[in-house]
């Protein structure tokens, strides 16, 4: 969703902010745009679509500043075009401002300034605020104050910044609901919605929280509260590197992501199990492990693939810890008032940490005093920051918008927490050896299944022009089938459905034709001969067969069209190999239609709006 880069200090800015911007192209957006201070005078430069455009126009005008913001748009209130891109402007054209998330009061401020007869410009909730600081600033106010009595009238989210000609020497930048840090230079000071946009720059950084706001020079910051209080904040330093925000020779971040996973599930498990003791070791829940421990309900609350993982820790813990497990949309959680008991565990999963539903169910839990835990890729993000404690699954920064690495890291993560809390209640010392010698062997799993990108590339090619697919597995791996789908549909626009497999007879079976690719994930678990059953039905109407299966399954080949082989594991782990052929069978076909699967249309990576 939208972002916002701001710089102040010896440097042009305008390579800067682009920079930035470029960093944050991941994010989704349709509209981009800078500020500058030239020459005492405030100048805007925005445009319709990519930041290269954008480029483009500043490289033209040959423009240069030492202060700037800049901002890529993704529309909620207007459309995207020129006129609705940030930053917006008071009307003098003095002040700028650039603004993520939603101002919901917008039409009754806009309303009232109406009446006193301020023209906008723009159909966005936004504009409302730039207006509301001037009319502050015409009451005496420095931009600082001006702009903290405003958003003291203002409902409704927000990260933004804010220059002013007439103060042309500081950013004013503030936060409630969407993220906003301030990086730490050298003469020299920056901020952005996200620390990747500053990485480049400075890894001393200072996460705003809600309700702060900072006044940010080439060489000093200072924040408060938006109610006036002073505030002193923590510098704290990333250890996010360079390299792992570029491509590394991958011709698409999701490739380079899909490829990286025998590091990231090595990185997610590493210095975690105690081979000796058969357990793991969860540094981040050692301050509420006793209460965990005891937890009579686990809810697991989150969105869109992190959901999916969260319905296979629901597996995970019901299998092994015997504590009734459940799996919630966080849209849903944080609105239903739901019921929660004093020994309840509330485990929210979240890539990014700022989901917007994600991070009010937590808020929600938080206010009715549960146990509230996060499982976050992104450190130092909301979610992480204001939870009880938590999990980190270090992934590394997940870049293509489709999520792949963070899933297999969250399950990995969830394992660990199930080996740990199951060693605890009644798995014996020999079962959870065995566990830990399975994990110690995924990356190398992981490895082997990579090696099958051209068979699965040859699959894609087959398919790539089918309007609808079907995706069924069982127990464990049927949230296996719901990300399979989710994948096809977000990157190709094909249309894809995951069931559990046995509920296509109960309605899915009518779409079935020799049109219809059908995706089993059927390895040799358990629940293989029902599955083969499900085969055998969806054949007997001409389906096409694409099957996951054990590597030594040869009956399946004898039934299925097409067949992708994986290692076998514990059935707790499958998942984090099972899913590893459908990314690839997503990425493969969306890359044959000619499609952008890094940055899909209408997708945002973290989704900061409800
Ligand atoms: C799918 C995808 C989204 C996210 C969802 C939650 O590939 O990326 O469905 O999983 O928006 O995002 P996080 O995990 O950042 O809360």
Redesign the pocket.
């Known amino acids: 969703m939208c972002g916002i880069v701001g710089y102040i200090g010896y440097r042009d800015s305008v390579p800067v902010l682009i920079e930035g911007l470029k960093r944050l192209e991941y994010r989704g957006y349709d509209s981009a745009g800078v500020g500058l201070i030239v020459d005492s005078k405030s100048i805007i430069v925005k445009d319709k679509g990519k930041v290269s455009n954008l480029e483009k126009l500043l490289d033209e005008k040959g423009l240069k500043s030492n202060i700037g913001i800049g901002h890529t748009r993704w529309a909620t209130h207007g459309e995207p075009n020129v006129m609705n891109a940030h930053p917006h402007s008071n009307e003098d054209g003095t002040i700028f401002l650039i603004h993520n998330g939603i101002i919901e009061n917008f039409n009754t401020i806009k309303m009232s300034l109406l009446k006193q007869g301020i023209k906008f410009q723009s159909d966005t909730d936004t504009e409302v605020i730039v207006h509301l600081i001037d009319s502050f600033i015409k009451k005496g106010n420095s931009l600082f104050k001006a702009v903290r009595l405003a958003l003291s009238e203002v409902e409704g989210t927000y990260g933004l910044a804010v220059i002013s000609s007439n103060e042309p020497d500081k950013i004013i930048a503030a936060r409630k609901g969407s993220p906003l840090v301030v990086g730490i230079g050298n003469g020299e000071n920056f901020i952005a919605s996200d620390v990747s946009a500053l990485i480049a720059y400075t890894k001393q950084i200072v996460y705003l929280d809600d309700g702060e706001i900072a006044e940010i020079t080439c060489d000093s910051f200072k924040a408060k509260t938006i109610i006036g209080d002073d505030i002193k904040k923590e510098v704290i330093e990333v250890t996010m590197s360079l390299e792992e925000l570029d491509r590394g020779g991958y011709d698409t971040f999701m490739l380079k992501e899909i490829m990286e996973q025998p590091e990231s599930v090595l990185n997610s498990i590493r210095g975690r199990l105690v081979f000796e003791e058969g357990t793991a070791k969860l540094g981040g829940l050692e301050n509420v492990f006793d209460k965990l421990a005891d937890t009579k309900r686990i809810i697991l609350t989150?969105?869109?693939?992190?959901?999916h993982s969260g319905l296979v820790a629901e597996y995970m813990f019901e299998q092994y810890l015997r504590i009734p497990t459940e799996v919630e949309y966080a849209s849903e959680f944080r609105y239903r008032n739901p019921i929660i008991n004093n020994d309840d565990a509330i485990i929210f999963?979240?890539?990014?940490?700022?989901?917007a539903d994600?991070l009010a169910a937590m808020r929600e839990a938080k206010r009715k005093r549960a146990l509230c835990l996060g499982v976050c890729?992104v450190v130092g993000s909301s979610i992480a920051r204001e939870s009880d404690s938590g999990v980190y699954i270090h992934a590394g920064p997940e870049i293509g918008?489709?999520?792949?690495k963070?899933f297999t890291s969250q399950l990995c993560v969830f394992a660990l927490m199930t080996l740990l809390l199951a060693r605890k209640r009644d798995m014996s010392l020999v079962d959870g050896q065995k566990i830990v010698t399975e994990f110690q062997q995924l990356p190398d799993k992981i490895r082997k299944i990579l090696t099958l990108t051209s068979e699965i590339e040859k699959i894609a090619e087959v398919f790539k022009d089918a309007p609808n697919f079907l995706y069924l597995g069982r127990g464990y791996n049927f949230p296996v089938a719901l990300e399979g789908a989710?994948?096809l549909k977000?990157i190709s626009y094909i249309h894809a459905e995951g069931y559990p497999a046995a509920e296509m007879k109960h309605g899915p079976i009518a779409l079935v034709d020799e049109n219809m690719p059908v995706v089993f994930i059927a390895p040799s678990d358990s629940t293989y001969d029902k599955i083969m059953s499900n085969i055998q039905e969806i054949k007997a109407r001409k389906g096409k067969i694409i099957a996951i299966a054990s590597e030594h399954d040869t009956v399946i080949d004898t039934i299925a069209d097409y067949s992708i082989k994986i290692p076998d594991t514990i059935r707790m782990l499958t998942p984090i190999l099972s899913v590893i052929p459908l990314q690839l069978l997503a990425y493969y076909i969306a890359v044959k239609k000619g499609l952008n699967v890094d940055q899909p249309r209408n997708?945002a990576?973290?989704?900061t709006v409800e």
């Open positions: 989150a969105c869109g693939t992190s959901w999963i979240s890539q990014s940490g700022e989901t994600t890729n918008v489709a999520s792949t963070a989710l994948k977000e997708l990576k973290s989704v």
